[in-house]
């Protein structure tokens, strides 16, 4: 049986050109370093494209804070 999981210290997005909002979710990770070679493939495989790593910090509700640019 599998688990879904919905919550990882570790999120990369794509946003709309705007920056107001994720269009889609690229992955959720646990470790670092595999958080930022996931990031750095997005930038790869999506140049031009507003993508974001970011960190869910201690007490958030499973919903990062918004953020703009890129890491």
């Given amino acids: 049986m599998t ?3 919905y919550h990882f ?3 990369v997005d794509t ?3 705007d ?3 994720i269009v889609e979710h690229v992955a959720g990770v646990e470790d670092y370093e595999l958080a ?3 990031f750095r ?3 790869e495989r999506w140049p031009g494209t507003p993508i974001t790593l970011r960190e869910r910090r201690q ?3 499973g ?3 918004p953020a703009h640019g890129l890491v």
């Fill in 15 to 17: 946003w709309a050109p």
């Fill in 3 to 5: 688990t879904t999981r």
């Fill in 9 to 11: 210290t570790f999120r």
């Fill in 59 to 61: 007490g958030d509700r």
């Fill in 41 to 43: 493939a997005a930038c």
């Fill in 63 to 65: 919903q990062p804070a």
């Fill in 19 to 21: 920056g107001e909002s």
């Fill in 36 to 38: 930022l070679a996931t």
